[in-house]
């Protein structure tokens, strides 16, 4: 599940202009040590964690099917 939401996560930002880099570690916003050591291994100068608060999708049905993404999360930079 958490590879799911990074890759959508990942191609949100992507469509929004914002470069953006999947992570192979699951990190959490207790241990910022570590979210700065796997953003310099790969490379990044910013690492944005987040908890994931609401996703939700939402599929709108008439002549044709609309699907709506919605997210809140708290997020976390690090530099």
Do not use: H
């Not at 996560?9 to 570590?34: G, H, Q, Y």
């Amino acid at each position: 599940m958490a590879d799911l939401l990074q890759m959508l996560f990942v191609e949100e930002f992507t469509r929004a202009s914002v470069e953006s880099t999947p992570l192979a570690k699951i990190l959490t916003k207790n241990k910022i040590a570590d979210i700065r050591t796997a953003g310099e291994q790969a490379g990044i100068p910013y690492v944005l964690g987040a908890r994931v608060l609401v996703f939700e999708i939402t599929n709108d049905v008439g002549w044709t099917v609309i699907s709506r993404r919605s997210v809140t999360l708290e997020v976390t930079p690090v530099c």
